[in-house]
């Protein structure tokens, strides 16, 4: 809690003459509460003194804006010069530093993030109180809730981990996108371990070039201190920072094909899921894919730096539950799975991994995929040459076309399939579920890929409700 007074002081503003205590920032006009300021800046569209009045109407009192009100209001509206510059410094102040009092963990990578951090919470929190922040939601495990983007914002983040700290969190594990990196959203943390998964193609409407995030990505572990790094050095990226690992950093490694600190062999890919030895300690996991053994060393890694040996977590990883939406099984006769894979790299994973695991020459593998709208549109034929590649059935379909055009969205992905291919495309997502299920074989096998755990279907700007698990449930009963 700071008073008015202190953070106009900390702001280097005049403050008004009532000194009132307040317990909370934000930034969003939606989630303001009594007794907390809102901070009105200029978005991407819109200004927040645009909506001004819908935060006085939540009970705030005391605004802070870059730019001066014109209107006669019942509030302060304290003008601060430069304001969004000093949000990350006053964000880590009012709320007293607080990554400082937890072992916060940072995981960054094109794909595995989210698995990554649920695996790693499922083990860490036998241990430690433990708390995600993340893509499928913030909160202590076991309590999350809905979060609008992977990385919160600055104000955000920081509120929510004074929270955990609050509620005695030891340690924190969240997801570190590429847009919170370069959007300085992570700005003022201290963690204890940052974690890479692997870096591929992905974000190139923000990014414009593989190089340029591939070094945004570098920069989380170049531009903020940790005590350990956590390592995929199968990973180009990855086996490159080696050369960036400052004195006093632990570098624990970890790879499927070099020596390295953590590694895997006598590996085996079943239809109940992977049998492998880890560092020479036999492990079965009911998970699939190569990819999710990656993600498993990845969390081996991060607990390690946690002081958590692999001989103490071992046997639990035995436990781990799939997260939800990643390489999940529905239903069965026929074998239906739903996933998140929304990248060319993460499609060819996922396909590949389908056919290691399950697929014999008398089963068929259906696809039922799409590609987003207004985002990177150089994948969409590739994903098409990708799904032409491993899949014996294609559907394409709708996949949050948002404000382009889902006909030219889907005349972009055609492009890229083999014209030897007999593909289907349908708009309707449910239509498309519906049509794999009934025309595929009990013994075959349906993957549905790109939207995972979200529940809604963009649209215009509007998110209709729609979730592939609800589709899915219906059609089977």
């Known amino acids: 809690m700071k008073t008015l007074a202190d953070i106009c002081k900390f702001l280097k503003v005049q403050s008004p003459k009532e000194n009132l205590e307040l317990l909370d920032l934000y930034i969003d006009s939606r989630e303001v509460a009594i007794n907390s300021a809102f901070i009105a800046l200029q978005g991407e569209k819109n200004h927040g003194l645009d909506y001004i009045r819908q935060a006085i109407h939540l009970g705030v009192k005391i605004i802070f804006a870059d730019k001066p009100s014109n209107g006669n209001l019942l509030v302060n509206v304290i003008y601060v010069e430069n304001l969004a510059d000093k949000l990350v410094s006053l964000a880590n102040w009012f709320y007293d530093d607080p990554s400082k009092a937890m072992k916060i963990v940072g995981v960054t990578g094109t794909n595995g993030k989210t698995s990554v951090v649920h695996y790693a919470s ?209 239903s069965v006769q026929p074998t239906i799975i739903i996933d998140y894979a929304h990248t060319v790299d993460a499609l060819e994973s996922v396909l590949k991994s389908l056919r290691e695991h399950f697929v014999s020459t008398t089963k068929k593998l259906w696809l039922v995929f799409g590609c987003g709208g207004d985002r990177d549109k150089e994948k969409r034929p590739l994903m098409a040459k990708i799904a032409s590649r491993y899949a014996d059935k294609i559907i394409i379909t709708d996949d949050n076309p948002r404000f382009e055009s889902a006909k030219k969205i889907m005349e972009d992905i055609v492009v890229g399939i083999d014209k030897s291919k007999n593909i289907n495309c349908i708009h309707d997502r449910m239509q498309a579920i519906s049509f794999a299920i009934q025309q595929a074989n009990k013994e075959d096998l349906i993957i549905i890929t790109g939207k995972g755990h979200e529940d809604y279907q963009d649209v215009q700007g509007i998110k209709q409700p729609m979730s592939d698990f609800k589709i899915v449930r219906g059609l089977s009963e």
């Open 122 to 330: 499922q083990l860490c929190n036998l241990f430690y109180k433990t708390a995600i922040l993340g893509t499928l939601g913030n909160g202590i495990v076991g309590q999350l809730q809905t979060s609008k983007n992977t990385t919160l914002n600055t104000v955000s983040l920081n509120r929510k981990l004074a929270q955990f700290r609050d509620q005695s969190v030891e340690v924190v594990l969240m997801e570190v996108s590429s847009h919170a990196i370069a959007l300085q959203r992570i700005a003022g943390l201290e963690f204890l371990t940052l974690a890479l998964t692997q870096v591929t193609s992905d974000h190139l409407d923000f990014h414009k070039t593989i190089a340029e995030y591939r070094a945004t990505k570098q920069q989380l572990f170049t531009d903020y201190k940790a005590k350990y790094w956590v390592l995929n050095i199968d990973d180009f990226l990855g086996n490159n920072l080696n050369n960036y690992i400052s004195k006093g950093v632990g570098f624990i490694s970890y790879s499927l094909t070099k020596k390295a600190e953590i590694h895997a062999n006598k590996i085996e890919y079943l239809a109940s899921g992977i049998a492998a030895n880890i560092n020479g300690k036999p492990l079965k996991i009911n998970l699939f894919g190569r990819f999710n053994l990656e993600n498993l060393m990845c969390v081996f890694g991060i607990c390690q730096s946690l002081g958590l040996s692999i001989d103490k977590i071992i046997n639990q990883a035995q436990n781990l539950k799939p997260v939800l939406g990643r390489m999940e099984i529905v």
